[in-house]
């Protein structure tokens, strides 16, 4: 069965620093990745996602993630983390033809020091 | 709107009551997915919709819960008999054709349902 695992529950770093989320992903073949970001209140929304190609993927609010196929990774970094950008994070997976049903990982709950 | 709505934006309950929650999706999008979050289970998937298709009802955690979706559009989410544990966040998305996987979802900001 596909899993995704987010090691960090919460992680605090200081404004400007750099960031580094941690998720591996379980699944037989190549799945289609994504990271969505919750701020309080608010629905989920898209940073980035993965589906094949380039295995370094850009996303919005200056957010990127790697695929590490060798690792079944798929961390999520910002080299300059901001005040705003306090919020969690969850790392989901998609299996080829299941329909886009997402299976999400337990989130990461990130804050930020001034 | 443009975006996913639902409603309403909070539910409170007794316990033992049936209660409904609707969702209107984006126009265009043929998919349609439920999702749940609680705080002792995070984020999980009840139910799809794709088209005209027999929904996957995989999800759903008991026999109490049930959903349709009328026109290939709006959908109801229906919850028997509430109980304490199905207190969570119920979340709605929407998707394009999705029957690989890979078309971004969109998520409306959720029914929170509180069940005394």
């Known amino acids: 069965a596909q899993s995704v695992t987010q090691p960090d529950i919460h992680i605090t770093v200081s404004e400007g620093a750099s960031l580094e989320l941690r998720c591996n992903y379980s699944?037989?073949?190549?799945?289609?990745l994504f990271w969505y970001v919750q701020s309080p209140g608010q629905g989920l929304q898209l940073l980035l996602k993965?589906?094949?190609?380039?295995?370094l993927v850009q996303g919005i609010k200056g957010f990127e993630a790697e695929f590490k196929r060798s690792q079944s990774s798929f961390n999520l970094r910002k080299p300059s983390v901001h005040w705003s950008d306090a919020a969690e994070y969850f790392c989901?997976?998609?299996?080829?033809?299941?329909?886009?049903?997402?299976?999400f990982g337990q989130g990461t709950e990130l804050s930020v020091k001034p | 709107g443009a975006g996913v709505s639902q409603s309403p934006s909070n539910k409170v309950t007794e316990k033992g009551k049936d209660v409904e929650l609707r969702c209107d999706p984006i126009s265009g999008h043929t998919a349609l997915y439920w999702y749940r979050q609680s705080l002792g289970q995070g984020l999980e998937f009840l139910i799809y919709?794709?088209?005209?298709?027999?929904?996957?009802k995989s999800g759903l955690p008991s026999d109490r819960f049930s959903a349709e979706r009328t026109g290939g559009s709006v959908s109801t989410l229906t919850i028997q008999r509430t109980q304490q544990e199905d207190s969570a966040v119920y979340l709605c998305?929407?998707?394009?054709?999705?029957?690989?996987?890979?078309?971004?979802?969109?998520f409306g900001p959720g029914t929170r349902l509180t069940v005394l």
């Open positions: 919709f794709q088209g005209n298709s027999a929904p996957d």
């Open positions: 989901a997976v998609v299996g080829y033809n299941q329909g886009g049903k997402l299976i």
């Open positions: 993965y589906f094949s190609g380039d295995t």
């Open positions: 699944y037989g073949a190549t799945p289609y």
């Open positions: 998305a929407s998707s394009l054709v999705s029957a690989s996987g890979n078309n971004e979802q969109f």
